[in-house]
């Protein structure tokens, strides 16, 4: 059912924790499930990510997703880490099965997320950003197969 790679993430979960005096921090949830995502991002003057760490209560497939999702936009610019999407990080693991691509949705609201925060703490707009939800719904997004 699940990929290598996706069991590797969950038994190996990298970036777990927390960051202190964290420069953007996410929250999301998804109602249904009652699954949270936290992440905290650590951005420096150049708006480089320089770490990135994450907290994750919730089941496998989200732990695999905050684990890939955190590898991939650490070393990124707030741009590029932009183009994290659910489906990049799903990529990335080799796939998740169709019930479990909501788990993805979180880690990509939850980076959203964060860099809203940062943000908003800094007076800033970031281009193509929109405000997070806090809850990731499944219902516009269970028709989607990958
Ligand atoms: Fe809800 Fe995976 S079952 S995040």
Redesign the pocket.
């Known amino acids: 059912m699940y990929s290598e790679k996706v069991m590797d993430h969950f038994t190996n979960p990298r970036n777990m924790g927390e960051l202190e005096n964290p420069s953007g921090v996410g929250t999301v949830g ?1 109602a249904k ?1 009652g ?1 949270i995502m936290r992440i905290y991002l650590d951005i420096d003057d150049n708006h480089v990510i320089r770490d990135c760490k994450f907290k994750t209560f ?2 496998g ?2 732990v695999a997703t905050s684990s890939m999702a955190t590898e991939l936009v650490k070393g990124k610019t707030i741009k590029e880490a932009l183009t994290v999407t659910n489906k990049a990080v799903m990529e990335a693991l080799d796939g998740l099965p169709p019930v ?1 691509v ?2 993805s949705l ?1 880690a990509e609201e939850a980076i959203h997320a964060a860099l809203w925060d940062y943000a908003k703490k800094n007076g800033i707009v970031i281009e193509g950003l929109k405000e997070p939800k806090q809850d990731i719904g499944e219902e516009e997004h269970e028709e989607e197969e990958y």
């Open positions: 998804n499930c699954d919730g089941c497939a989200a479990k909501h788990c979180l």
